[in-house]
T-cell receptor, first 111, second 111 residues
Framework: GQQVMQIPQYQHVQEGEDFTTYCNSS?????IQWYKQRPGGHPVFLIQ?????EVKKQKRLTFQFGEAKKNSSLHITATQTTDVGTYFC???????????FGKGTKLTVNP | NAGVTQTPKFRVLKTGQSMTLLCAQD?????MYWYRQDPGMGLRLIHY???????AKGEVPDGYNVSRLKKQNFLLGLESAAPSQTSVYFC??????????FGDGTRLSIL
């Protein structure tokens, strides 16, 4: 079945350093979604990318969807302690209503 | 706004006991989902529903049953709890093919 792989599984950075997580799908995606889960919290939707090669920015966060619509990345510039959490990518399974989530990248930030 | 509400928030069961987790959403969403989250495993879909009176199996349905008698409620049942079902359970809901909104989760321990 469809798989969504994320790397790295863990990332520890010093505050102020940049951070990137990568997401790869075994199949072409109609869209890709990113979620953030704070420690002890629940996943919260961040953004959805739909178009091939699309780039979207939210303040210090930059999201990119690959040209082939099989990979995506999330880049955080100058991390802050508020960025701590696990970042998940997710893509629709086939054309269906189900999402397949990556296993997430857990980010810790040392102040 | 309440959004997605899960009850209970915590529960400890003994092996073989049964229980029902309740999810309620007030956003008039068509789709509802039940996930379990285990360390290093990301979010895995248990069952989902695309409308009142309909349910379908996800990735890990064994040992669970669901019902969606009302559009706003989605129940997850464990008929005979097993230690392997110790997990954090998240309910989510969404409009058709739109990003998902998650509840705060139910932390379930089975001894």
């Amino acid at each position: 079945g469809q798989q969504v792989m994320q790397i790295p599984q863990y990332q520890h950075v010093q505050e102020g350093e940049d951070f990137t997580t990568y997401c790869n799908s075994s199949t072409t995606l109609s869209n890709i979604q990113w979620y953030k889960q704070r420690p002890g919290g629940h996943p919260v939707f961040l953004i959805q990318l739909v178009k091939s090669g699309e780039v979207k920015k939210q303040k210090r966060l930059t999201f990119q969807f690959g040209e082939a619509k099989k990979n995506s990345s999330l880049h955080i510039t100058a991390t802050q302690t508020t960025d701590v959490g696990t970042y998940f990518c997710a893509g629709p399974q086939g054309g269906s209503e189900k999402l397949v989530f990556g296993k997430g990248t857990k980010l810790t930030v040392n102040p | 706004n309440a959004g997605v509400t899960q009850t209970p928030k915590f529960r400890v069961l003994k092996t073989g006991q049964s229980m029902t987790l309740l999810c309620a959403q007030d956003m008039n969403h068509e789709y509802m989902y039940w996930y379990r989250q285990d360390p290093g495993m990301g979010l895995r879909l248990i069952h989902y529903s695309v409308g009142e009176g309909t349910t379908a199996k996800g990735e890990v349905p064994d040992g669970y049953n669901v019902s969606r008698l009302k559009k706003q409620n989605f129940l997850l049942g464990l008929e005979s709890a097993a230690p392997s079902q110790t997990s954090v359970y998240f309910c989510a809901s969404s409009y058709v093919l739109q990003p998902q909104h998650f509840g705060d989760g139910t932390r379930l321990s089975i001894l």
